[in-house]
């Protein structure tokens, strides 16, 4: 069934159960999670990239969030961060099965409208992969930079259980909210305790297919995602659920501190694996990236800074993002 077709009570009994967090809580991680998954792929890296990338890491972190921002400037930005892959089952078909791989197989099978109407992220994982190795090739710092710290956000957004389903938030099964729970209270409040220890960035034979082997393991834990939810929601007293703090310019209501750890807790570290799982993979697709651009010398532009250009394009964006009202396309559901 579509998603707009769903009983409008459902969705309006979640809206009251939950809060609508309008702050940095944007994305499949959080901005908080976005900065800290790209902060620790850095680390992952072989001594050949890690000076050029260490040098950096402010602004790889600080602009893991950049592709959340232009979702209110640039209406093709929405579909790049998730892929509503059960859309595409019928009858207990497997997804995987159906849709095919590459691009080009897809689009013949299902149009160009289609795709971008259910997500588009392994594939544009690749499409980012591509660009960044064109980066390493020109020795272009600006490029490199912000390719890198873009596909670090999509390749977040993939390991996201949520970012895989049409039930992205909640909203098909009275559990609206859901999705700001998972990827932004829980890292924001457990993230510093994590084990990031991933171990060395692999060069990846085939990017395309490891992208979408993110998604399949992102989706196998969507049932667990929801369910455990719905359980630990019916058990928690009420009164202890939700907590006011102070966020911007007013106070908001979150998920409390205990209540997100017993529902972490019932998820046996699921949070902790999928973060890994995304800084593991994003340090082999810039190590890959580097390779396949022929294994630059980097010391030679390690020291350079990026451009005035570049700095002027960012500042816009974020201005664009300060002044926007709502995203272009599918809504935040944060």
Partial sequence: MNRLARPILVVLAGLLAWPIALTEQAGAWGFYGHRRINRMACFTLPPELFPFFKRHIDFISDHAVDPDRRRYADPEEAPRHYIDIDHYAHAGEDPFAVVPRTWDMAVQKFTEDTLKA??????????????????????????????????????????????????????????????AFWESRIPELSAENYDHLVGRARYLNDPLTVAWEAVQASHLAVDSVLDLERKINGEYPEDMKFVFEDRGRGSMRFPSREYTQAYEASMNGMVERRMNASIITLGSFWYTAWVDAGQPDLERIETKEVSDSLKKVIAAEEEQWRMATKSLGRDHPE
């Avoid at 259910?118 to 660009?131: A, C, F, K, N, S």
């Avoid at 600006?142 to 992205?168: K, S």
Wanted: hydrophobic residues 35%; charged residues 15%; glycine residues 12%.
């Fill in 118 to 179: 259910y997500g588009i992220v392994p594939w544009h994982v690749q499409v980012m992969h591509g660009r960044l190795v064109q980066a390493f090739k020109r020795g272009d710092v600006d490029r490199i930079l912000r390719h890198a710290a873009d596909l670090g956000h999509y390749v977040g957004d993939a390991h996201v259980p949520l970012h895989t389903t049409e039930n992205y938030n909640g909203q098909l099964t009275g559990q609206v909210g859901i999705h």
